[in-house]
């Protein structure tokens, strides 16, 4: 989550708003949607650094009692060690049950020892990322704080220079005369094309047409000189 804001975070502190605020077709609820965007990021950076600290003082705790726990079994390890020796000295056969004692007790130590450096590496990770976050959180807030302070003069400018433009381009449509004519000129072409070839297609029907009548005509003819040459041979 806190690597996810932070990311979140970085976006908004690096966007350009001018830039944004240019582009939009309405600035204001451009705007209004910017600062709402910087109000939720700031809402979960607090949430994200509370849970990171609290994170942060749980590890810290259990460093700690790792940390008196290993001293614990250092000092059970330094009596039974103590003690196997004294026994040994006394010929007591107590002494290897105290030295393995010790070993036990050594042992727990070093366990203890190797959580208190796992917790240190994970302690030193969440005070690297709460750092981050505390950091991106004052930026976020200082941008969001700056917003609000330039709120009117932003959309105000954003605003003239949408009216610059449009007026640039009605400047361009007086100056340049030729290029509406122009366009008309090509509407015109595009009709006259259109007629051209409605007029090729009409042509085409009816010489089909013809074509079909002087077909029949043949047909016609034909027909004649058949009867004809029946005639003649009967």
């Not at 600062?35 to 979960?44: C, G, K, T, Y």
């Not at 790792?66 to 250092?74: S, V």
């Amino acid at each position: 989550m806190a690597r996810t804001v932070i990311g979140r975070i970085g976006q908004l502190v690096r966007a350009n708003v001018s830039a944004l605020l240019d582009g939009a077709d309405d600035p204001e609820k451009m705007l209004d949607q910017l600062l709402r965007d910087f109000s939720a990021s700031i809402a979960e950076a607090e949430s994200a650094v509370a849970q990171t600290v609290g994170n942060l003082r749980l590890l810290e705790d259990d460093r700690d009692e790792a940390r008196e726990a290993a001293e614990e079994w250092g000092r059970k390890a330094a009596a039974a060690a103590a003690r196997a020796e004294q026994l040994a000295a006394e010929g007591s056969p107590d002494a290897d049950r105290f030295t393995e004692l010790a070993r036990v007790a050594l042992r727990r130590q070093i366990g203890y020892e190797k959580q208190v450096e796992t917790f240190s590496t994970q302690i030193a990770q969440q005070e690297g990322l709460a750092t981050q976050l505390r950091s991106g959180l004052d930026k976020v807030r200082a941008k969001h704080e700056d917003l609000v302070r330039r709120r009117d003069e932003l959309v105000s400018r954003a605003r003239a220079a949408e009216a610059r433009t449009k007026m640039h381009e009605s400047v361009h449509s007086v100056l340049d005369p030729g290029a509406e004519l122009g366009r008309f000129e090509e509407h015109v072409r595009r009709q006259e094309a259109e007629v051209l070839g409605m007029e090729e297609v009409s042509a085409y029907s009816l010489e089909a047409q013809r074509e079909g009548l002087e077909e029949l005509g043949d047909d016609t003819e034909v027909q004649r000189r058949l009867d004809a040459l029946r005639a003649s041979g009967s």
